[in-house]
């Protein structure tokens, strides 16, 4: 591919980023509902969620809870950053493939833990997972392995390949960082404990509707 052909391409990508990030659509519907292979159900634990009951870096378990059990509304994160992962991800996994592997989105969830997860790839031949993510400074590591052991759980597989991309205004290949990640069984037996204990409280929190945050961290279940 000559140079001229690669600089084509690249503006080609980039342009598509941009009409997605930028469309006046996504701008009057901040909240616009995220597509149905993407949601995850009331009753159920997305991959991601976990995290939430685990650092509560960003949310609360006890708001999380709260809208486990119907108490408030779920509210879809619709913004420029959540636009980019999905504009870049078809673009990086097409990238990843190259190394010999063939994925396809997936859909799956576990009802003993009530757990859900919706794989950006997988590769039922080689029996692997890809989770890509974008961010702006700092890579959130703990939190993406943690969301991997969960996909572990659900599908039964021992290895995945997480792909990282710094974002920025124009896309490179060479920016894309492979990591292996293996399945740490006392890392997915920490999660799973704690997913168990947060479906316990939760069952509390429906009797107890009235209940505080300091009452719902405090529960000893």
């Not at 704690?194 to 000893?220: G, H, N, P």
Request: aromatic letters at 10%; glycine letters at 4%.
């Amino acid at each position: 591919m000559g140079k001229s052909t690669n600089a084509l391409l690249t503006a080609k990508i980039n342009n598509q980023i941009a009409k997605v990030l930028y469309s006046p659509v996504h701008l009057r519907a901040e909240n616009q509902a995220i597509p149905e292979a993407k949601r995850v159900l009331s009753g159920y634990l997305g991959a991601s969620e976990v995290n939430i009951i685990i650092n509560q870096r960003n949310r609360s378990a006890f708001n999380l809870a709260q809208e486990k059990v119907g108490i408030i509304e779920r509210k879809e994160v619709d913004n420029i950053y959540t636009r980019y992962g999905q504009a870049m991800e078809p673009i990086i996994i097409n990238d990843v493939e190259k190394l010999g592997y063939q994925f396809m989105t997936e859909k799956k969830r576990c009802h003993v833990y009530k757990l859900s997860g919706v794989v950006d790839g997988i590769d039922h031949r080689q029996q692997i997972i890809l989770e890509v993510k974008t961010f702006t400074h700092q890579p959130d590591m703990e939190s993406y392995i943690n969301q991997i052991h969960v996909y572990f759980h659900i599908w039964g597989y021992d290895k995945a390949m997480l792909a990282l991309y710094q974002r920025n205004d124009i896309f490179d290949a060479n920016n894309t960082e492979l990591y292996n990640i293996t399945r740490d069984s006392v890392r997915l037996s920490m999660i799973l404990d704690k997913v168990s204990e947060f479906w316990r409280k939760c069952e509390i929190l429906k009797t107890d509707r009235q209940m505080k945050k300091k009452q719902f961290d405090a529960l000893e279940v």
